[in-house]
């Protein structure tokens, strides 16, 4: 445990939710779902699973297309169970410096809620990632702290919660690519092949919007840009995760463009 943060630290999760820091990081991997745009920790893996999440646990969750982000703590001990988490879709203006988000002191475990009721998390605005596509980092917009008083804690592997001032900023998936799924199944344990993160990176440097909205208009330019995405993916070595990729292009090709 890192001298920023104790234990006994409240941090912010919301305007009405304070959590500590308690317990191990949550045992579950990551899982980065490209079609429905989100990051997922959490036990449940399927909708049976995740009714059964839900009657077991208290927090937020996107009812009725709320559009929140879900975070789930457990009836019994208000210990975090899983979150789900949207990637947006809009890229972070070139002004804005991660540097200092990537070497903040770091703690490792879950949080403990301090309250038993419900809430609600607004989901994330913009994203940034590195051109090694190493670090997926997605924050709001009018997040603007100083390179002083970023904290991270890790809840799960690779995966960290991010505070400035002891009020939450965003979050950080570490080695995206290695985590790609479908929807909520576990990413493979092997290390992904070599040029996966690379394909990642065009990916998200591709479908970003004003692009994605160009592409909704049939904008040429673009789909030589998404056929070239397709042909680097044909040209990695076979792997779930470099299918996940390839099968969601290929889909928004085929639906944008009708070919």
Not at 22 to 43: D, K, N, T, W
Not at 111 to 139: G, K, M, Y
């Amino acid at each position: 445990m890192h001298d920023a943060i104790t234990r006994d630290s409240r941090l912010a999760l919301t305007d009405s939710l304070s959590v500590t820091v308690a317990g191990s990081p949550l045992a579950h991997s990551p899982g980065y779902s490209l079609p429905g745009g989100f990051v997922s920790v959490s036990p449940h893996t399927d909708q049976q699973t995740h009714e059964s999440l839900l009657a077991e646990t208290f927090g937020s969750v996107d009812w009725l297309w709320s559009g929140d982000d879900e975070i789930r703590f457990g009836k019994d001990d208000a210990m975090l169970r899983g979150f789900t988490l949207a990637v947006p879709e809009c890229r972070a203006p070139d002004a804005r410096d991660f540097t200092p988000w990537l070497s903040a002191p770091l703690a490792y475990g879950a949080f403990h809620s301090l309250s038993l009721e419900n809430f609600d998390v607004r989901p994330t605005e913009i994203r940034w990632v590195d051109e090694s596509a190493q670090h997926l980092i997605c924050t709001f917009r009018d997040a603007e702290p100083g390179p002083h008083g970023l904290i991270r804690v890790r809840a799960a592997q690779g995966f960290d919660f991010v505070f400035a001032s002891n009020v939450y900023i965003g979050w950080i998936l570490t080695a995206p690519a290695e985590f790609l799924v479908r929807e909520w199944e576990i990413p493979p344990p092997d290390r992904a092949p070599a040029g996966l993160a690379e394909a990642l990176y065009t990916y998200l440097d591709t479908f970003v919007e004003p692009n994605i909205e160009r592409m909704q208009d049939k904008d040429p330019t673009l789909l030589g840009q998404v056929d070239s995405l397709l042909t680097q993916l044909t040209l990695l070595p076979d792997d779930p995760r470099r299918d996940v990729i390839e099968e969601h292009v290929a889909d928004f090709r085929s639906d944008w463009y009708e070919l």
